[in-house]
């Protein structure tokens, strides 16, 4: 088993910043690919960023776009920490949702919800316009 707890949501202005983490326990950190999804009001979970487990793949969707200066989110990962990050730049009111962590013990960086076994409980992030 693995326990998922994020932290870093809040309520921020658009343009701003927040940088979102995940901590997990119950297994070696360093063999999940872990990600990011989120749930908007009416809307159902998608997926943000996925990280393999040593950092060294990420994938983004394609309506975050990262990993460039034009991009706005970053995945990242601490595996002595075992803690992934993502790191929210350019806060926009389409980016309000419960954004949630996810684990998966397997080598491939998926994007399905349906790929991913554990979950966190999600934090909120709420940005105002």
């Known amino acids: 088993q693995v326990q998922l707890v994020e932290s870093g949501g809040g309520l921020v202005q658009a343009g701003e910043t927040l940088r979102l983490s995940c901590t997990a326990s119950?297994?070696?950190?360093?063999?999940?690919?872990m990600a990011w999804f989120r749930k908007a009001p009416g809307k159902e979970r998608e997926f943000v960023a996925a990280?393999?487990?040593?950092?060294?793949?990420?994938?983004?969707?394609?309506?975050v776009k990262g990993r460039s200066v034009k991009g706005r989110f970053t995945i990242s990962r601490d595996n002595a920490r075992s803690t992934v990050y993502l790191q929210m730049n350019m806060l926009k009111p389409e980016d309000t949702a419960v954004y949630y962590c996810?684990?998966?013990?397997?080598?491939?960086?998926?994007?399905?919800?349906?790929?991913?076994?554990?979950w966190g409980q999600g934090t909120q992030v709420t940005v105002s316009s």
């Open positions: 996810a684990a998966d013990a397997s080598f491939a960086v998926v994007t399905t919800t349906t790929s991913y076994d554990y």
């Open positions: 990280i393999s487990r040593g950092g060294t793949t990420t994938r983004y969707a394609d309506s």
């Open positions: 119950g297994r070696g950190f360093n063999s999940l690919t």
